[in-house]
T-cell receptor, first 113, second 116 residues
Framework: DQQVKQNSPSLSVQEGRISILNCDYT??????FLWYKKYPAEGPTFLIS?????DKNEDGRFTVFLNKSAKHLSLHIVPSQPGDSAVYFC????????????FGSGTRLQVQP | EAQVTQNPRYLITVTGKKLTVTCSQN?????MSWYRQDPGLGLRQIYY???????DKGDVPEGYKVSRKEKRNFPLILESPSPNQTSLYFC???????????????FGPGTRLTVL
């Protein structure tokens, strides 16, 4: 039973438009959320995070929104660029000391020039 | 350059032949971890280590062993590999940033293992 779900395996958008990647979680113990980006043949790299005490965090073209009541978060990329084409993983950490990231299955984003 | 390195990057082996995947970080991080990535399942934690000589099981530890004798190294050992351990493996490290696991984990490039 996956506790973090990314229901869209792939997404294609035009360059310059907005990309919206979605993530749902079931474990109410999660209180910190992260997005990682992964290129082929490389490890995931950290992109942006949000604490459960916030509902929005912005870093340049990337914004993460958190809706705790719906147990839903989303990553917005504006404007999308071809270099953003990668697999995006949503991850969550519970409010315990183990530091284990629980990952979603990933969404492959393709930004068309 | 700050990095996490893994070796080998690719490995094909046969059932039952012991193997070790090495992981090393040069950032003086206390926390290190191993994950495996399988299609449709994302990354799942195998083992983690809070510091030298301190290791514990993650979500999918069966069939794996680890050791942490030095701060920079965290090898993953498969004593008797089986085909269901065919996967993409990632090592990660991080430095605590105020407790409760809010630190960002840095990942190695991955090791693709095939067990025949």
């Amino acid at each position: 039973d996956q506790q973090v779900k990314q229901n869209s395996p792939s997404l294609s958008v035009q360059e310059g438009r907005i990309s919206i990647l979605n993530c749902d979680y079931t474990n109410s113990m999660f209180d910190y959320f992260l997005w990682y980006k992964k290129y082929p043949a490389e490890g995931p790299t950290f992109l942006i995070s949000i604490s459960s005490i916030k509902d929005k965090n912005e870093d340049g073209r990337f914004t993460v929104f958190l809706n705790k009541s719906a147990k839903h978060l989303s990553l917005h990329i504006v404007p999308s660029q071809p270099g953003d084409s990668a697999v995006y993983f949503c991850a969550a950490i519970p409010d315990t000391g183990r530091r284990a990231l629980t990952f979603g299955s990933g969404t492959r984003l393709q930004v068309q020039p | 350059e700050a990095q996490v390195t893994q070796n080998p990057r690719y490995l094909i082996t046969v059932t039952g032949k012991k193997l070790t995947v090495t992981c090393s970080q040069n950032m003086n991080h206390e926390y290190m971890s191993w994950y495996r990535q399988d299609p449709g399942l994302g990354l799942r934690q195998i083992y983690y280590s809070m510091n030298v000589e301190v290791t514990d099981k993650g979500d999918v530890p069966e069939g794996y062993k680890v050791s942490r004798k030095e701060k920079r190294n965290f090898p993953l050992i498969l004593e008797s590999p089986s085909p269901n351990q065919t996967s993409l493996y990632f090592c990660a490290s991080s430095k605590p940033s105020g407790g409760q696991g809010r630190d960002t984990q840095y990942f190695g490039p991955g090791t693709r293992l095939t067990v025949l």
